[in-house]
């Protein structure tokens, strides 16, 4: 899936203009190699690579939970909390369908136990593209 598509289906989800799904898309992208415990598991989006190739400390991953993600999320986005929430939701959702499941779970492993909903499927509207 190129980026453009990728954003095209988070901005559909989130209900949200597409030049600010693709700010939030690597908002989530980044706040996550943060996050995670190791490589990234799967085939992200192909020009997703760069935003989950690194760490977002040398020290290695950064351990914290839900709402600071989403803290992170709303200050590189540069947006409000319900944005945030919603956008995250639909790159979640998008990276589930680009995915294969095995290699959803693995990342999805990687992040705090306590993400809840954050993760979970979102009803998908229609595609007529």
Do not use: H
């Not at 990234?40 to 290695?60: C, F, H, I, R, T």
């Not at 351990?63 to 944005?83: I, K």
């Not at 954050?118 to 593209?129: S, V």
């Amino acid at each position: 899936m190129r980026f453009p598509l990728f954003v095209d289906a988070v901005s559909r989800r989130a209900g949200l203009p597409a030049t600010q799904s693709a700010t939030i898309a690597r908002a989530v992208l980044q706040t996550m190699v943060e996050r995670m415990t190791g490589d990234v598991a799967g085939q992200p989006p192909d020009e997703l690579d760069g935003y989950l190739a690194g760490s977002g400390s040398a020290g290695g991953p950064a351990a914290f939970g839900p709402a600071e993600f989403l803290r992170r999320v709303e200050e590189r986005a540069g947006v409000d909390e319900a944005t945030a929430r919603a956008g995250t939701g639909a790159v979640f959702a998008t990276l589930r369908e680009a995915v294969t499941v095995e290699e959803f779970r693995q990342m999805v492993a990687r992040l705090p136990r306590d993400f809840g909903g954050t993760t979970q499927a979102m009803p998908l509207p229609p595609y007529d593209g």
